[in-house]
């Protein structure tokens, strides 16, 4: 058998192989759609929260000034009044109800979204069976059990399976105050991953023009919308099963893994491949994709702030 | 400093197309080993640049470009491959496999050894398969196989044993 498989690769690429030949033509092609691939498309998809965070703090930034020099003339006022009218009492004791307002906290207008931030801003990696020191000039901090996470946003980075066999043995399992940082990791990754384009497999419908202005549905898009649906689902899954601790993220979480699990029925099945089925699955990826990008960002920015 | 970073972008754009012109066509053929389609293969030898290029400032020369490029696809076909719909759906569109069964015709027309050798290579089941290819097509070692795969270098022996002994079993069939 081994004089049979002498030359192998010679053999395979005269025949089974001959059609992987490129011409220049393709590898142009491939460079031309890598070198388009890298516009920071995630931080034009992160603009949006951002935006919104920086809206908020602006109102506030207002309604604080315009209130604070209300509270000013408000007190002139009074003191000149005061000798008057014997009127500053009750305005002095609703003066005292106001709480400060901090302009270094950020404000979020949906109350579950304050909690993640918060919660995840405070949040610290585990000190204990660590192998890896702070220190260490790594950007990685790894723990006995295999798990790395990485030293800057403490999202997951690795697991070391050691002398265990990935293909037989069981994963091995993070310990519980590591579990936000699994968690942390899953959803940067997924969104990530859901934010590549793979041109032109996302596109669920052709445009013909050689023919006219008729539409095709392209199965492979279709396909490739069912593959990361399906992935996501079951990696909210396992976050899922981490996010105990914090019930906020954990119906963040559940959310995005119902649309997940939805589109992945949905796109499973291609008996009603019609133009109009193609464009709601379509739509149903991007709502999914916005869920989790924006999930991930507010992640993001409460891990930057982590050591403000 | 704009003037450093727009070199850095040259540099970066030249390695890349150095990284395509060299490994374009490899990267192609092995992904196909792994997926048998080819439509589906140029995603991926699209896919492996598109991470390469993300990922280059990561790149720290413990491999060969070629290894690192090689890990990149053996894992995103992998991923192709775990997906319930691959596995749901291939048997449905079985183009490729009816191209390798040929028609009446074909079979009539003796195949050459080398295209024989080559058929059965692609029909064994992917983790034989895929050692055969790593082993005698990319002409790796057991080691480079290990670092690519992650599959520990006593299964990765004794898959090749085992691969071995099916192609005979092809090849028996046969006669």
Same mark, same amino acid.
């Given at each position: 058998?081994?004089?049979?498989?002498?030359?192998? @690769?010679?053999?395979?690429?005269?025949?089974?192989?001959?059609?992987?030949?490129?011409?220049?033509?393709?590898?142009?092609?491939?460079?031309?759609?890598?070198?388009?691939?890298?516009?920071?498309?995630?931080?034009?998809?992160?603009?949006?929260?951002?935006?919104?965070?920086?809206?908020?703090?602006?109102?506030?930034?207002?309604?604080?000034?315009?209130?604070?020099?209300?509270?000013?003339?408000?007190?002139?006022?009074?003191?000149?009044?005061?000798?008057?009218?014997?009127?500053?009492?009750?305005?002095?004791?609703? @003066?005292?109800?106001?709480?400060?307002?901090?302009?270094?906290?950020?404000?979020?207008?949906?109350?579950?979204?304050?909690?993640?931030?918060?919660?995840?801003?405070?949040?610290?990696?585990?000190?204990?069976?660590? +192998?890896?020191?702070?220190?260490?000039?790594?950007?990685?901090?790894?723990?006995?059990?295999?798990?790395?996470?990485?030293?800057?946003?403490?999202?997951?980075?690795? +697991?070391?399976?050691?002398?265990?066999?990935?293909?037989?043995?069981? @994963?091995?399992?993070?310990?519980?105050?590591?579990?936000?940082?699994?968690?942390?990791?899953?959803?940067?990754?997924?969104?990530?991953?859901?934010?590549?384009?793979?041109?032109?497999?996302?596109?669920?419908?052709?445009?013909?023009?050689?023919?006219?202005?008729?539409?095709?549905?392209?199965?492979?898009? +279709?396909?490739?919308?069912?593959?990361?649906?399906?992935?996501?689902?079951?990696?909210?899954?396992?976050?899922?099963?981490?996010?105990?601790?914090?019930?906020?993220?954990?119906?963040?979480?559940?959310? +995005?893994?119902?649309?997940?699990?939805?589109?992945?029925?949905?796109?499973?099945?291609?008996?009603?491949?019609?133009?109009?089925?193609?464009?709601?699955?379509?739509?149903?990826?991007?709502?999914?994709?916005?869920?989790?990008?924006?999930?991930?960002?507010?992640?993001?920015?409460? @891990?930057?702030?982590?050591?403000? | 400093?704009?003037?450093?970073?727009?070199?850095?972008?040259?540099?970066?754009?030249?390695?890349?197309?150095?990284?395509?012109?060299?490994?374009?066509?490899?990267?192609?053929?092995?992904?196909?080993?792994?997926?048998?389609?080819?439509?589906?293969?140029?995603?991926?030898?699209?896919?492996?640049?598109?991470?390469?290029?993300?990922?280059?400032?990561?790149?720290?020369g413990e491999s060969s470009y070629k290894t690192w490029l090689f890990k990149i696809t053996v894992n995103r076909c992998k991923d192709?491959?775990?997906?319930?719909?691959?596995?749901?759906?291939?048997?449905?569109?079985?183009?490729?496999?009816?191209?390798?069964?040929?028609?009446?015709?074909?079979?009539?027309?003796?195949?050459?050894e080398g295209e024989e050798i080559s058929q059965k290579v692609l029909s064994l089941s992917i983790k034989y398969r895929e050692v055969?290819?790593?082993?005698?097509?990319?002409?790796?070692?057991?080691?480079?196989?290990?670092?690519?795969?992650?599959?520990?270098?006593?299964?990765?022996?004794?898959?090749?044993?085992?691969?071995?002994?099916?192609?005979?079993?092809?090849?028996?069939?046969?006669?």
């Amino acid at each position: 058998m081994d004089e049979k498989l002498k030359d192998l @690769r010679s053999k395979m690429n005269e025949t089974v192989l001959k059609e992987g030949e490129v011409s220049r033509g393709y590898k142009g092609r491939i460079y031309e759609a890598v070198i388009h691939s890298k516009k920071p498309k995630r931080k034009g998809t992160r603009f949006i929260p951002v935006l919104s965070t920086a809206a908020c703090l602006i109102l506030l930034l207002i309604l604080g000034s315009y209130a604070f020099s209300n509270f000013i003339g408000t007190e002139q006022s009074l003191d000149m009044k005061e000798s008057q009218q014997n009127l500053s009492e009750d305005n002095h004791e609703s @003066r005292e109800k106001e709480a400060p307002i901090d302009f270094d906290k950020k404000v979020f207008q949906n109350q579950n979204h304050q909690q993640i931030y918060d919660y995840l801003k405070a949040w610290k990696l585990p000190e204990q069976n660590r +192998i890896s020191s702070e220190e260490s000039g790594s950007s990685s901090i790894t723990y006995e059990n295999g798990y790395s996470f990485s030293k800057d946003t403490g999202y997951i980075s690795s +697991i070391d399976w050691g002398e265990r066999n990935p293909e037989v043995d069981e @994963r091995p399992l993070p310990t519980e105050n590591q579990y936000m940082g699994v968690v942390m990791g899953y959803i940067d990754e997924k969104a990530s991953d859901i934010e590549r384009d793979l041109f032109p497999l996302l596109l669920t419908r052709y445009h013909d023009k050689e023919v006219g202005l008729s539409w095709y549905v392209n199965v492979d898009g +279709i396909k490739e919308i069912h593959n990361r649906s399906e992935l996501l689902m079951k990696r909210m899954e396992v976050a899922l099963k981490y996010s105990d601790e914090l019930p906020e993220l954990k119906n963040e979480i559940e959310k +995005i893994h119902i649309k997940a699990e939805t589109l992945a029925n949905a796109s499973a099945s291609l008996e009603d491949d019609s133009e109009k089925r193609a464009r709601e699955l379509e739509n149903q990826y991007e709502e999914l994709k916005s869920s989790i990008v924006q999930l991930d960002a507010l992640i993001d920015v409460a @891990r930057e702030d982590k050591d403000k | 400093m704009g003037e450093k970073k727009r070199e850095n972008e040259f540099e970066r754009n030249e390695l890349l197309r150095e990284l395509i012109d060299d490994y374009a066509e490899q990267i192609k053929r092995l992904a196909y080993t792994y997926v048998k389609n080819w439509a589906v293969a140029d995603d991926i030898t699209q896919e492996v640049f598109i991470s390469c290029f993300k990922n280059m400032d990561h790149f720290r020369g413990e491999s060969s470009y070629k290894t690192w490029l090689f890990k990149i696809t053996v894992n995103r076909c992998k991923d192709y491959l775990k997906s319930k719909w691959f596995r749901s759906i291939m048997p449905l569109r079985s183009d490729e496999k009816l191209k390798t069964v040929g028609s009446l015709d074909d079979n009539l027309i003796q195949k050459s050894e080398g295209e024989e050798i080559s058929q059965k290579v692609l029909s064994l089941s992917i983790k034989y398969r895929e050692v055969i290819i790593l082993f005698y097509y990319e002409d790796l070692s057991i080691q480079e196989i290990e670092e690519l795969t992650g599959i520990k270098t006593e299964t990765i022996k004794t898959r090749l044993r085992r691969a071995k002994l099916q192609l005979r079993e092809l090849y028996k069939e046969v006669e």
